[in-house]
């Protein structure tokens, strides 16, 4: 899977493991086509903690993403 389909079954599935979380973005930073966002999320069960996403942005799209996040009993 990729483009838009890959992007979307992956928040998806972060949306699934702390149900009903509230997301708290901590810092962006963009230099050229790279973008960094760190978070964090709350739920009743989970926490998701040292949340980072990055992103690689060509012509207006992005081409590569990564993401890293650990989850712990709320």
Known sequence: MSGHDAIRASAARLREQPPGAKFEFVAKQVNGPHALML????????????GADSFVIKAGKIVSQSIHYRLVAG
């Not at 009743?44 to 040292?50: E, I, S």
């Open 39 to 50: 978070w964090r999320a709350t739920s009743q069960r989970f926490d998701a903690v040292k």
